[in-house]
């Protein structure tokens, strides 16, 4: 495992990353910092991890809304005479993003410690 040292909201964490992901890591931070940026210079929230609570429900919502829509062109796709490629297809990016989530939640719960726990 390689280690990486980004920046999310102005603060420095070292994350463990596989080999050959970097880019893919680096993509999420850039998403996290974004969302949390946002949502501290909306100005009604100040403590970073209400920031960092509200900023994974966010993305969280945004995976929701692309894998309803992933099923939704499933099931139009279901019609066709090769619904079942067109299904296997749709689904599994659902599955992988949902898996992403994960994995950003306990980066985001490794990086707040014990007491900042999101979930």
Do not use: W
Not at 7 to 34: F, M, N, W
Not at 68 to 97: F, H, K, N, V, Y
């Amino acid at each position: 495992m390689k280690q990486i040292e980004v920046q999310i909201l102005q603060q420095s964490y070292l994350l463990a990353c596989p080999e050959g992901h970097e880019s893919r890591l680096l993509e999420a931070v850039e998403k996290v910092d974004t969302a949390m940026t946002r949502i501290r210079d909306a100005g009604k929230v100040r403590a970073r991890e209400r920031i960092a609570v509200l900023a994974a429900l966010n993305l969280a919502f945004e995976v929701a809304d692309h894998e309803a829509a992933r099923l939704a062109a499933a099931a139009q796709a279901a019609s066709a005479p090769d619904a079942a490629i067109a299904i296997e297809t749709q689904a599994a990016p659902g599955a992988e993003d949902s898996e992403r989530l994960q994995q950003l939640v306990q980066r985001l719960d490794e990086a707040l410690g014990h007491d900042g726990r999101l979930l």
